[in-house]
């Protein structure tokens, strides 16, 4: 029997394009176990449902899969169960069938994917220019029959003869406008999204959300009445040879990024005991009524604030995953934005630095009003000290805050379980689009389908550069489609860049499979055709075997040392330089006016101070002698070299 190693995996987000990742995980699973999952968007999604496959894969090894008796559900236990979603969800028009839109909106959510999906530009434009007709129908022929009756009114049938285009026309404006304002009242009373993620009422096929609840609870072997959380993922039982991690208690680790759009940042999920409540009224529209039973049931003491009935969000371990799955796959305006709802520090607990200087001749502000909420930093400050004490009623403030898809801000999040020098390897899975050469691609050796789709899947290696960059040509003979190219590239290079530089460097790119998706394939593409949805699950399977059969651990390993030692000893070297030339950060500073100092985040013990001081005086040696007589180990280090940078979490 084959050794079982283990591994870590980040997945890109791509709505569609996500029927590639349970393929290329059964590949995995094949030769790896799984410890860190993440992913954003349809990557949250695979990455779900792949920790909870491992968490039932444990359950079974250790011979607990008894504690998931009940009703039987769509999918068995563990991978095996995976391999069976994975087949539905690459059926022709299972996926559609999971986004099913509010039902004002339907005929207009079935033009769009049709729109989407179709490949020929003559009926993208027309398909396009039906639009507006099928949003507002009835007030289209309402301005069309207003118009040409005044046309007759004003010349009889000559006057109605010539007011017929521009009736028309005005007629179609009309309707784009009204279709517009009908389907922005739609959207934000959907809770800004055509689809819910939940059933529409008397339909009986199952939505995403819905559906994914059921896989994640057989998959993992959760017992009925209990959500899978990330507590339980933390826990798993133990393969009966594994080891015990050292410095780490979780055997299973699954985070996600998702966006505050509130906050104008990205967030890890699961979010650390931060200071959010929700709705039941909101969340009712957005998860089964058994998941937000439970989390109700376990949120302490409601919260009440204008007359609304607030629970507090659970954090950590006490997340739900399909909660924070959800959170991350909120694909803008096409799947319901997640509310949460925030706490305001009252006046009396915010500090002198956070209280506005006093204005005794304005008038006292009404709690609700227009007024600004604290900035950011505030923001991020009341956030920190969430806490779990309840809040008197009195002192509440709550404000909105809307979690959309994770892609918007991080769509490959592969700084996830990074490390200087990685014990185990980090995959990482790159969906790179028709529209974008983002590297070399083999040509086919031959016309057989998998001959095609191994040549569309790369995995480079450690020696090999990754710093070329994508390209997306701009030009074309239209003005207006390059215009429109020019913006929709600069709109995604403030989207991806940090991403797509990262993915590139050196120690970085050799761990990153590269899936080549053609025209129609994944996107925003939800139909597409048989032929489509089995080539690109065969890409996910061979991304998978190209990881698990050709990626060298030890070549990783070494260029990850290469990159590290290189950028330590430049850091190093600053460190010295910097101490040169002002006094070393071992004491505060006194303040003005000749007042003692006061100490800023002092160490916890003098002990602590103590090493800290022998820290920096061994790194300031060691960068004189580094910069005064070498080695420089920026020599043969792959290019461009890499630098060190503190920067914020999220």
């Given at each position: 029997?084959?050794?079982?190693?283990?591994?870590?995996?980040?997945?890109?987000?791509?709505?569609?394009?996500?029927?590639?990742?349970?393929?290329?995980?059964?590949?995995?699973?094949?030769?790896?176990?799984?410890?860190?999952?993440?992913?954003?968007?349809?990557?949250?999604?695979?990455?779900?449902?792949?920790?909870a496959?491992?968490?039932?894969?444990?359950?079974?090894a250790?011979?607990?899969?008894?504690?998931?008796?009940?009703?039987?559900?769509?999918?068995?236990?563990?991978?095996?169960?995976?391999?069976?979603?994975?087949?539905?969800l690459?059926?022709?028009?299972?996926?559609?069938?999971?986004?099913?839109p509010?039902?004002?909106?339907?005929?207009?959510?079935?033009?769009?994917?049709?729109?989407?999906?179709?490949?020929?530009a003559?009926?993208r434009?027309?398909?396009?220019?039906?639009?507006?007709?099928?949003?507002?129908?009835?007030?289209?022929?309402?301005?069309?029959?207003?118009?040409?009756?005044?046309?007759?009114?004003?010349?009889?049938?000559?006057?109605?003869?010539?007011?017929?285009?521009?009736?028309?026309?005005?007629?179609?404006?009309?309707?784009?406008?009204?279709?517009?304002?009908?389907?922005?009242?739609?959207?934000?009373?959907?809770?800004?999204?055509?689809?819910?993620?939940?059933?529409?009422?008397?339909?009986?096929?199952?939505?995403?959300?819905?559906?994914?609840?059921?896989?994640?609870?057989?998959?993992s072997?959760?017992?009925?009445?209990?959500?899978?959380?990330?507590?339980?993922?933390?826990?798993?039982?133990?393969?009966?040879?594994?080891?015990?991690?050292?410095?780490?208690k979780?055997?299973i680790?699954?985070?996600?990024?998702?966006?505050?759009?509130?906050?104008?940042e990205?967030?890890?999920?699961?979010?650390?005991?931060?200071?959010?409540?929700?709705?039941?009224?909101?969340?009712?529209?957005?998860?089964?009524?058994?998941?937000?039973?439970?989390?109700?049931?376990?949120?302490?003491?409601?919260?009440?604030?204008?007359?609304?009935?607030?629970?507090?969000?659970?954090?950590?371990?006490?997340?739900?995953?399909?909660?924070?799955?959800?959170?991350?796959?909120?694909?803008?305006l096409?799947?319901?934005?997640?509310?949460?709802?925030?706490?305001?520090?009252?006046?009396?607990?915010?500090t002198?630095?956070?209280?506005?200087?006093?204005?005794?001749?304005?008038?006292?502000?009404?709690?609700?009003?227009?007024?600004?909420?604290?900035?950011?930093?505030?923001?991020?400050?009341?956030?920190?000290?969430?806490?779990?004490e309840?809040?008197?009623?009195?002192?509440?403030?709550?404000?909105?805050?809307?979690?959309?898809?994770?892609?918007?801000?991080?769509?490959?999040?592969?700084?996830?379980?990074?490390?200087?020098?990685?014990s185990?390897?980090?995959?990482a899975?790159?969906?790179?689009?028709?529209?974008?050469?983002?590297?070399?691609?083999?040509?086919?050796?031959?016309?057989?389908?998998?001959?095609?789709?191994?040549?569309?899947?790369?995995?480079?290696?450690?020696?090999?550069?990754?710093?070329?960059p994508?390209?997306?040509?701009?030009?074309?003979?239209?003005?207006?489609?390059?215009?429109?190219?020019?913006?929709?590239?600069?709109f995604?290079?403030?989207?991806?860049?940090?991403?797509?530089?990262?993915?590139?460097?050196?120690?970085?790119?050799?761990?990153?499979?590269?899936?080549?998706?053609?025209?129609?394939?994944?996107?925003?593409?939800?139909?597409?055709?048989?032929?489509?949805?089995?080539?690109?699950?065969?890409?996910?399977?061979?991304?998978?075997?190209?990881?698990?059969?050709?990626?060298?651990?030890?070549?990783?390993?070494?260029?990850r040392?290469?990159?590290?030692?290189?950028?330590?000893?430049?850091?190093?070297?600053?460190?010295?330089?910097?101490?040169?030339?002002?006094?070393?950060?071992?004491?505060?500073?006194?303040?003005?006016?000749?007042?003692?100092?006061?100490?800023?985040?002092?160490?916890?013990?003098?002990?602590?101070?103590?090493?800290?001081?022998?820290?920096?005086?061994?790194?300031?040696?060691?960068?004189?002698?580094?910069?005064?007589?070498?080695?420089?180990?920026?020599?043969?280090?792959?290019?461009?070299?890499?630098?060190m940078?503190?920067v914020?979490?999220?």
């Open positions: 029997m084959t050794e079982m190693r283990y591994c870590d995996l980040v997945m890109k987000g791509g709505v569609a394009s996500g029927v590639v990742y349970p393929h290329a995980v059964l590949e995995l699973a094949k030769g790896f176990r799984f410890k860190s999952i993440g992913g954003t968007s349809a990557g949250a999604i695979a990455a779900a449902a792949t920790a496959a491992a968490l039932g894969d444990r359950r079974l250790a011979g607990k899969s008894g504690e998931a008796a009940g009703s039987p559900g769509p999918v068995p236990l563990g991978f095996k169960g995976l391999e069976e979603a994975a087949g539905r690459s059926g022709k028009g299972f996926l559609l069938d999971l986004f099913q509010a039902r004002s909106l339907g005929p207009a959510f079935r033009l769009i994917v049709a729109l989407i999906g179709e490949k020929s003559t009926r434009i027309l398909a396009g220019l039906l639009l507006p007709l099928v949003l507002a129908p009835l007030e289209g022929l309402t301005l069309l029959c207003a118009f040409l009756a005044t046309g007759f009114l004003a010349a009889g049938a000559p006057g109605l003869v010539a007011a017929a285009f521009p009736s028309l026309l005005c007629a179609y404006c009309g309707a784009a406008v009204f279709g517009l304002l009908r389907a922005a009242r739609i959207l934000r009373g959907n809770l800004l999204g055509l689809c819910s993620g939940l059933r529409a009422p008397g339909d009986a096929r199952p939505a995403l959300t819905e559906w994914m609840h059921e896989v994640l609870q057989e998959l072997g959760q017992p009925p009445g209990k959500p899978l959380v990330f507590g339980d993922l933390w826990s798993a039982p133990p393969y009966p040879d594994e080891e015990e991690e050292q410095g780490k979780d055997r680790t699954l985070q996600m990024i998702t966006t505050s759009v509130s906050h104008l990205p967030r890890t999920l699961p979010l650390q005991e931060a200071n959010f409540w929700f709705r039941r009224k909101e969340f009712d529209r957005l998860f089964p009524a058994s998941v937000v039973d439970w989390m109700v049931e376990r949120a302490g003491d409601p919260l009440l604030c204008e007359g609304e009935t607030y629970h507090r969000f659970p954090c950590g371990d006490r997340t739900p995953v399909l909660v924070a799955m959800r959170m991350s796959l909120s694909y803008p096409l799947l319901s934005a997640v509310p949460l709802h925030e706490q305001v520090a009252p006046p009396e607990a915010q002198a630095a956070q209280r506005p200087p006093p204005a005794p001749e304005a008038p006292p502000r009404a709690s609700g009003g227009d007024a600004a909420g604290p900035s950011l930093t505030e923001s991020m400050e009341g956030l920190a000290t969430g806490g779990e309840p809040v008197a009623p009195r002192a509440a403030q709550l404000r909105p805050c809307w979690f959309t898809d994770g892609g918007v801000s991080s769509n490959f999040p592969i700084h996830l379980f990074d490390a200087p020098l990685p185990r390897p980090t995959f899975i790159n969906l790179v689009y028709h529209k974008t050469d983002d590297g070399p691609h083999p040509t086919p050796r031959s016309d057989l389908p998998e001959d095609k789709a191994a040549a569309a899947v790369l995995l480079p290696q450690p020696e090999e550069s990754g710093r070329r994508a390209y997306r040509p701009i030009g074309h003979a239209s003005a207006l489609v390059e215009i429109g190219t020019f913006l929709a590239s600069g995604e290079t403030m989207r991806t860049w940090r991403d797509l530089l990262q993915a590139r460097a050196s120690g970085q790119h050799d761990r990153t499979v590269q899936i080549l998706l053609e025209a129609g394939e994944g996107g925003l593409n939800l139909d597409m055709p048989q032929e489509d949805l089995d080539r690109v699950a065969l890409k996910g399977s061979l991304a998978g075997r190209r990881l698990r059969d050709d990626f060298s651990f030890p070549k990783h390993r070494w260029i040392w290469r990159n590290f030692a290189s950028a330590l000893q430049r850091q190093t070297i600053r460190i010295a330089e910097g101490a040169a030339q002002a006094p070393a950060p071992l004491e505060p500073q006194s303040s003005r006016r000749g007042r003692p100092p006061v100490p800023v985040h002092p160490f916890g013990s003098p002990e602590a101070a103590e090493a800290s001081r022998e820290l920096l005086d061994h790194l300031i040696a060691q960068g004189g002698i580094w910069a005064e007589r070498g080695p420089d180990l920026d020599a043969g280090a792959p290019l461009p070299l890499q630098h940078k503190i914020q979490t999220f």
